[in-house]
Nanobody, 124 residues
């Protein structure tokens, strides 16, 4: 059974850092990404990465602050979040697809598999 398991969420003050991890049960995902959903808002892409090429993309709101990485040997994806802001507060989801997305765009419907989500809360 396909599984994605997130970890690393928590509560921090503005300016702090967190690292999220997403462990996948298979290496077969060509594209993986992080999405977030705040209360009353739709799920939106934060960052994504393609296996092999290592191509990455970020939403404008996190560019320069967040870094996505992928350890293919461990079937694990990470999101390093620095200089966190209160507006980063949301449930963060790991998404994956067995499609190779090119151009790499974070369209929610393109991602077939999802983790259970992990809460990130940033206080001012």
């Amino acid at each position: 059974q396909v599984q994605l398991v997130e970890s690393g969420g928590g509560s921090v003050q503005a300016g702090g850092s967190l690292r999220l991890s997403c462990a996948a049960s298979t290496y077969a995902y060509w594209t993986m990404g992080w999405f977030r959903q705040a209360p009353g808002k739709e799920r939106a892409g934060v960052a994504a990465v393609n296996r092999g090429s290592g191509t990455t993309t970020y939403s404008d709101s996190v560019k320069g602050r967040f870094t996505i990485s992928r350890d293919n040997a461990k079937n694990t994806m990470y999101l390093h979040m620095n200089n966190l802001k209160p507006e980063d507060t949301a449930v963060y989801y790991c998404g994956a697809t067995d499609l190779y997305l090119s151009p790499l765009e974070m369209v929610v419907s393109d991602f077939k598999y999802w983790g259970q989500g992990t809460q990130v809360t940033v206080s001012s």
